[in-house]
T-cell receptor, first 113, second 119 residues
Framework: NAGVTQTPKFRILKIGQSMTLQCAQDMNHNYMYWYRQDPGMGLKLIYYSVGAGITDKGEVPNGYNVSRSTTEYFPLRLELAAPSQTSVYFC????????????FGSGTRLTVV | AQTVTQSQPEMSVQEAETVTLSCTYDTSESDYYLFWYKQPPSRQMILVIRQEAYKQQNATENRFSVNFQKAAKSFSLKISDSQLGDAAMYFCAYRSAGAGGTSYGKLTFGQGTILTVHP
């Protein structure tokens, strides 16, 4: 059982470049989330989805976009990367909107130079 | 909006000893869920323990237990018989139980506490 799979694990981007962080889950969870983790700041919600075709912004959505065409996949798109997007990104999923917590992916460490 | 505060950026404990990590939260809601997550150097987020606010009994999972003080809005984590493998960053998190706009299940995280275990 794979759980939540994130790729890549590490990436270095140049300012202005774009990339997509991939997230896939095999647990048939309706709820999926993207968080970013910055030192001393905890985790902040970027975007979330409550099912295929339904997405919405979280606390810090600027500079990001998401799509959810299927239950399994929830990619996060970074357009025009900026140094402020240097962070660790986590994808998570939940069957019941987080009341039992989330299953997290292993994270992507992104550096924008 | 809810906030979660972990006032101890770092803590240390001797192997086999007990340590308590603090967490306070601010909310006007009466029903919610609280969690402790462990993040070891591997970066993987691991659920340690969960508490439902309407249950007065403190949650326990093996060597991990919580002291949930609802009136004080406090949710501390006690680790007994500390082991080297307990060394990690620990996050406290809050999840509203409300319907409507909060039903998407956002977790609000504290800043984290780094726990060092000395042999």
């Amino acid at each position: 059982n794979a759980g939540v799979t994130q790729t890549p694990k590490f990436r270095i981007l140049k300012i202005g470049q774009s990339m997509t962080l991939q997230c896939a889950q095999d647990m048939n969870h309706n709820y999926m989330y993207w968080y970013r983790q910055d030192p001393g700041m905890g985790l902040k919600l970027i975007y979330y989805s409550v099912g295929a075709g339904i997405t919405d912004k979280g606390e810090v959505p600027n500079g990001y976009n998401v799509s959810r065409s299927t239950t399994e996949y929830f990619p996060l798109r970074l357009e025009l990367a900026a140094p402020s997007q240097t962070s660790v990104y986590f994808c998570a999923s939940s069957p019941k909107g987080g009341i039992y917590g989330y299953t997290f992916g292993s994270g992507t460490r992104l550096t924008v130079v | 909006a809810q906030t979660v505060t972990q006032s101890q950026p770092e803590m240390s404990v001797q192997e086999a000893e007990t340590v308590t990590l603090s967490c306070t939260y601010d909310t006007s809601e009466s029903d919610y869920y609280l969690f402790w997550y462990k993040q070891p150097p591997s970066r993987q987020m691991i659920l340690v323990i969960r508490q439902e606010a309407y249950k007065q009994q403190n949650a326990t999972e093996n060597r991990f237990s919580v002291n949930f003080q609802k009136a004080a809005k406090s949710f501390s984590l006690k680790i007994s018989d500390s082991q080297l493998g307990d060394a990690a960053m620990y996050f406290c998190a809050y999840r509203s139980a409300g319907a409507g706009g909060t039903s998407y299940g956002k977790l609000t995280f504290g800043q984290g506490t780094i726990l060092t275990v000395h042999p």
